[in-house]
């Protein structure tokens, strides 16, 4: 039986990497190894359970449908191992995590270390990007998100802080263009964009007379929160962006809030997970710990 777990495992890692040779490369194997021991699961399957071509891989139909099965499998064997180690009262386990780049870099990290130094049986793979992962079809374990509660209800979802977007401007270019009095006086300015949001929706305010988008042309258009805030920083246009950013730059006068009562808008930071792991010792213990360490920060995130 552990033969065929290790094979499941495998067949798992190939499926979640896309390919062999990445999937050899996180294992540590090679990839001829890996391929040879695909095809005997293969082989006492009696099905073929994927499409190889030079240029890609897919599942076939049993493929899919045991990769279904043994994802679950493989989850509660996990599951198994953490419920028993909680018993010792040890956690223990890799957690496969997710997380926004900017808040990934600037806290995310650093609270993961501490993490690390106080549970020593516990590992961390942290991947890094600004797009919302598959978790499950991923293969990750949780991910910390920014924003409205998941789209897809079937996530646990925990809010571990918050911070609120503001809309900011640099005091030269406030100087040179004057500063805004209203929300329709946005419309007159430069704009910064965050691309893996539609535009309209992030200039999207509500007003007396309903929500409406406001926003002057784009200066510049891209998928980091940190590029938007050097270029906002060097005047070249309004930014809104969340206080975990550019709170820094607020506190210190590189940049000004404009409009706060009518455009700043709370960002919960959740911890989500597939519903399949709420029970995960590790997980409770990692959700614990970032809100801990975000407590109290200077960009006002803090859960309510």
Request: net charge neutral.
């Amino acid at each position: 039986m552990t033969g065929r777990l290790e094979d499941m495992e495998l067949f798992a890692c190939v499926v979640q990497a896309g390919g062999f040779t990445t999937a050899a490369r996180r294992l540590d194997t090679s990839k001829s190894r890996l391929s040879r021991r695909i095809s005997e699961l293969e082989g006492r399957l009696g099905v073929k359970l994927l499409h190889r071509t030079t240029r890609r891989l897919s599942l076939t139909e049993a493929g899919a449908a045991y990769h279904a099965r043994v994802t679950r499998l493989l989850e509660a064997a996990r599951e198994t191992e953490e419920a028993v180690s909680a018993l010792g009262e040890t956690l223990a386990g890799t957690i496969r995590l997710a997380a926004p780049m900017s808040f990934g870099l600037s806290h995310v990290g650093p609270a993961l270390v501490s993490f690390l130094e106080a549970n020593p049986g516990i590992a961390i793979d942290l991947v890094l990007d600004d797009r919302t992962n598959d978790l499950v079809g991923e293969g990750f374990d949780a991910a910390v998100r920014s924003g409205p509660r998941p789209a897809d209800s079937t996530l646990v979802s925990r809010v571990i802080t918050m911070s609120r977007a503001v809309v900011a401007g640099a005091p030269v270019l406030l100087d040179r263009l004057g500063r805004p009095a209203t929300v329709d006086d946005l419309a007159r300015f430069p704009c910064l964009v965050y691309s893996n949001r539609s535009a309209d929706e992030q200039w999207r305010f509500d007003t007396p007379t309903g929500s409406r988008t406001v926003r002057g042309a784009e200066r510049l258009r891209a998928n980091n929160g940190d590029v938007l805030a050097q270029a906002a920083i060097a005047g070249l246009g309004l930014v809104i962006l969340p206080t975990f950013i550019i709170g820094p730059a607020l506190i210190d006068g590189r940049l000004e809030p404009l409009l706060e009562a009518e455009t700043a808008k709370r960002n919960d930071i959740r911890l989500v997970y597939p519903p399949g792991r709420q029970t995960s010792a590790k997980l409770r213990a990692l959700a614990d710990h970032l809100a801990d360490a975000f407590r109290g920060e200077p960009w006002e995130c803090r859960p309510n």
